[in-house]
């Protein structure tokens, strides 16, 4: 099994910018989608954005649409979240998952079956 870890959350201010990283302790190259969740203090947790490793495909929620990007490291083991433009909103707990197999519940939780131990972001002047 893949042990997924998160870094590079931290405080920053609205506006500001954030790239948040996903490291496999193997690769991830095989997995059919890596994925990008948070849950914000009080809330569910939600799908924010995933890529599928076949291809490159990105895909987003519409609350991160055009503000956010998903991208895979050369390394192949690597996927990176650069968030832009960040709101108080986007508050929350970040959780890096992979799909192991292939999913068609790709903004779903329930389609992810390796999930890192997430890293904190907090939007706040």
């Known amino acids: 099994q893949v042990q997924l870890v998160e870094s590079g959350g931290g405080l920053v201010q609205p506006g500001g910018s954030l790239r948040l990283s996903c490291v496999a302790s193997?690769?991830?190259?095989?997995?059919?989608?890596i994925g990008w969740f948070r849950q914000g203090p009080g809330k569910e947790r939600e799908w924010v954005s995933c890529?599928?490793?076949?291809?490159?495909?990105?895909y987003y929620a519409d609350s991160v649409k055009g503000r956010f990007t998903i991208s895979r490291g050369n390394a192949k083991n690597t996927v990176f979240l650069q968030m832009n433009g960040l709101k108080s909103e986007d508050t929350g707990v970040y959780y890096c998952?992979?799909?192991?197999?292939?999913?068609?519940?790709?903004?779903?939780?329930?389609?992810?079956?390796?999930w890192g131990q997430g890293t904190q972001v907090t939007v706040s002047s």
């Open positions: 998952a992979a799909a192991s197999k292939p999913t068609t519940v790709y903004r779903m939780a329930e389609g992810y079956d390796e």
């Open positions: 193997g690769f991830t190259f095989d997995r059919d989608y």
């Open positions: 890529i599928k490793s076949s291809d490159g495909s990105t």
